[in-house]
């Protein structure tokens, strides 16, 4: 590994894959985000697969869970959003989804958290805004995060162009994440590739490292 | 009310006391934290009313719930801070307390949130840090909130001071907030007539306030 | 105008174009900047049209400037998006650049703040991050920015993304946005298309809007 | 050291007392915050004792500057503070203080930054709020901070609070901090005792410590 100021700077995959350095993120896989996807068994049947590498190698890992704010909370933003993306012609047609509490909130069965995991909600979509994923990590002396999850290009692309704001790696699953706008896949793929800051990989080269215990 | 840059700038509870300007937060009314006030059943009676008051008045009303992290995630300030608090000798003698979803965790039963109200849970001391709070209150246009709950000393203390940074007027309502620490109640009080930025007042003074629609 | 629990939604660039819900945010006019683009002297001119059209109308003017922290002070992300955008072998090879109150670091003469404008300086890509941007405005009662600057494709993006999950409707200026990676200017607008945030415009049509003083 | 989570948990000063563990954060040493302090020279002349031993040891070094924005962009929060601080009767009064840029707002001669330190601007009292602070502490591997500076019942105790939240041990050096209300000082030190995060210590104890390299 190269070092500077004393430290040692990753570069590959191999550099931040140890349960020291590095946790696995699950992002939004619930009920009511996954059954929109058609290929959302298949997503999960993938994440599930990562997950339980990382929990045979000893790494924290951390849920994400999406949920809006009921609408009485619904502020200017808020409402121009939900109109804009129900096609709604006023506020009060605005249905409220994904709230708090609701079946369509929970994480699906397959992906329920274990003791010495945790789950943060979050009304964001990046993980890491109105959320304290940065602070546990950092506290834990972790600056990389492989992520796995439900929408690439709605949530999981803000979440890693936020997150290397804030100075983490992000290691990006190709498989292990999922969406529904082929084109915005697309941008998010090309758009890691051009900022250069994420590692892409994919589960059938990350399983084994995680799986390694030291 | 006074003016300057086009804005109304408040001065006193009249000027902020409207359900367009001021939302009600209730800190951290959690069974396991109460549970540990010998006076948790009154503050949970003062609370009760200021909530049922704003819910007549038609304010956004805004829970916050406290957890730890579970133990495997609990870095060095967090396990620094158990240790300390526990007096424990070692980190493997740190007991993990009030964990997400466990029974303590819970809001007592009497002031669960209703239709169009919500819960953030976080596990810092600010709740500003770490959670929507900001933002949601921004979106609706609000910039001031009155607070009850516990403990005032460790938590809502930092609240205000972390809250009055981001621009928010505290509103804190004396007999609706508790705690155990005499001396640290003290200084909470006196740093906030110090500081200048919170507005404190009492159930009695605020409630008819709350409960007047316009 | 739309409304929803007593707020106006804005839908249009109109509903937004007013000195007091809009700022005018002119993100790394700097001389370091611009020195590497081909076309910098044309986004000069028509971000300082903007500019002086917006000083006409009497709206808030924020400026970013962006620097690169010292070596010393370069961590593992730092170090390593440095060796990678600067294709440094080793971190002894890192050229430290765009620091701090040196020449490169200057907003170009063009567009010095006047008289209650103000710049912030940050080390971020989001003008939202480490910054206190989103303050300023929350407190001015303000929920939307139309951007001038560059480079859209590394900091503007971000800075947009950002942005919408604090709830501030986006407005950008496309002829006053500059940038260099063709196929990264591209993906920036069709993703702003695709979230269905932003507002875009171009000077032509704001600037009449941002000069008719009310 | 203590361990846990397999990492170290520092306890004592000696604990967390080394260059890649600690910055030195030097708050608010400016023309125009020191003038305001009868024993203004007395605490540059012990803040600059602390600058040089870290120096010596090859810390990092960071300093804060505080700014006031100006009047056009303060809004309601913003006005109101100025208006109680100043006394003032309207918002036309209110005379704009600690401006950027001005002679008041530069740090005092005693304390330039020397290559490989930074200045970060502020407009909030913690020094981690809307400013890099946290991710350049984060990205070094850094999670303690050494204080000196002015004033510490203004500014630096709610940063004393606000980085605990976010996870930092924060080494307050007693006789290298200052302020102006005495009432005020004695609670910040109580409370820093009773929240039980900050190690206090002095400069007798700590240079020593910060000019040891290893």
């Known amino acids: 590994m190269r070092r500077g100021n004393g430290l040692e700077i990753p570069e590959t995959l191999e550099d931040v894959c140890a349960p020291e350095s590095m946790a696995v993120v699950v992002y939004d896989m619930q009920v009511g985000v996954l059954g929109q996807l058609e290929d959302g068994p298949a997503i999960t049947e993938r994440v599930v697969r990562v997950v339980e590498a990382a929990r045979r190698g000893g790494y924290p890992v951390i849920f994400l869970r999406h949920f809006f704010l009921p609408k009485r909370l619904m502020g200017k933003f808020a409402l121009r959003m939900a109109m804009s993306w129900q096609g709604a012609e006023s506020a009060e047609d605005v249905v ?10 929970q994480l699906v069965p397959e992906l329920q958290p274990r003791e010495g995991e945790v789950v943060f909600d979050k009304t964001s979509m990046s993980a890491f805004e109105g959320t304290p994923l940065a ?18 290009e709605i949530g999981i692309a803000p979440t890693v162009s936020h997150s290397t704001d804030l100075g983490f790696v992000p290691i990006v699953i190709r498989d292990g994440v999922g969406g529904r706008d082929t084109a915005g896949l697309q941008r998010a793929w090309d758009d890691f590739a051009f900022q250069g800051h994420a590692i892409v990989t994919d589960s059938d080269t990350i399983v084994p490292l995680l799986e390694k215990t030291s």
């Open 135 to 152: 602070s546990t990590l950092r506290d834990l002396g972790i600056g990389a995060y492989a992520i796995v999850g439900v929408a690439l």
């Open 96 to 105: 409220p989804i994904l709230q708090r509490d609701t079946p369509a909130f």
